[in-house]
């Protein structure tokens, strides 16, 4: 009997959980960047194999500080990811524990789930013999059926994740078909692609205050069609984004069209736009225009 289910990737923002994610399924599904935040929905990705079928479900890291709608947000679909799973993957990135990750543990320990603890990055641990007290100490504070040390980048130490995964999920039928590797459709992958070179493209303030909006996806003759609405909160970020002659913009969108036409086999005609809405990350009704409903 083949073993299927879901597996909650947790942890606190930017312990690498997309990287994770994408490395299992074999292929980009979640976005990654250095900037806290870039993870904001709940994403599924599906692994099929000879043993069974494993969906991750990807998740915003769990902040310390709600005072915004967008953390409430974000904290709300973190949490949400506890419910119905079969496992949980917590991320540690390397071994350091801080208060944030206090906060996810208080989740786990009301979860009802196994969990296995993921101790990620530990190609950039320059001690390696602090590994196993930490993992001494990692023990007393929770009851993991497993910890792993790994590096999500470098792709190692991913068998033996593996291995546990299936090992630990009920026996059933696949949940999704074979062929399928996420839940989301073609029109949210365009705006996440869009939304990951604006993150690697921008500096440390403007990230939090943008989101991305398609505002028509049309594929006709073998082209596909996509204008996307850049949306800031103040006139001074809308300038550091569409750049010096429009510099900024016009490579974010060269770098996003390349991803777009690999991942739908075609060409792509994309056209950005760049717009100010104030105060759209702390106004739940905007948030809830813009798609961020769990």
Do not use: C
């Not at 909650?8 to 299992?24: D, M």
């Not at 979860?111 to 007290?133: F, H, S, T």
């Not at 993991?144 to 299936?166: W, Y």
Request: net charge positive; no cysteine.
């Amino acid at each position: 009997m083949k073993k299927s289910g879901f597996v909650a990737i947790v942890g606190r923002p930017n312990v690498g959980k997309s990287t994770l994610l994408n490395h299992l399924v074999g292929q980009k599904i979640s976005i990654t960047s250095r900037r806290p935040q870039t993870t904001r929905h709940r994403i599924h990705g599906i692994r099929t194999t000879e043993a069974g079928q494993a969906v991750f479900v990807d998740t915003p890291g769990i902040h310390a500080s709600a005072k915004r709608a967008m953390n409430r947000y974000l904290n709300k679909t973190a949490g949400a990811a506890f419910a119905d799973v079969d496992l949980v993957l917590w991320l540690i990135d390397r071994p350091a524990w801080l208060p944030e990750d206090e906060l996810v543990l208080k989740r786990i320990e009301h979860a009802g789930a196994p969990v296995i603890l993921v101790i990620n990055k530990i190609d950039r641990l320059e001690d390696k013999d602090v590994l196993l007290p930490f993992l001494q100490d990692a023990a007393g504070r929770y009851d993991f059926v497993a910890m792993i040390p790994l590096s999500a980048l470098r792709g190692s130490n991913l068998d033996v994740l593996d291995r546990a995964i299936m090992e630990r999920l009920p026996e059933g039928e696949p949940i999704f078909p074979e062929d399928q590797i996420t839940d989301r459709s073609l029109h949210f992958m365009a705006a996440e692609i869009i939304r990951e070179k604006l993150l690697r493209a921008l500096g440390q303030e403007v990230p939090h205050a943008l989101t991305v909006e398609i505002e028509e996806y049309r594929q006709e003759d073998g082209l596909t069609r996509i204008r996307a609405l850049v949306l800031v909160e103040r006139a001074g970020q809308k300038a550091i984004v569409i750049g010096k002659k429009g510099e900024v913009l016009k490579k974010v969108g060269e770098r996003a069209r390349h991803d777009l036409e690999r991942l739908l086999e075609g060409k792509v005609f994309l056209q950005l736009w760049v717009k100010v809405k104030e105060g759209w990350s702390d106004d739940e009704r905007a948030l809830r225009s813009l798609g961020y409903v769990d």
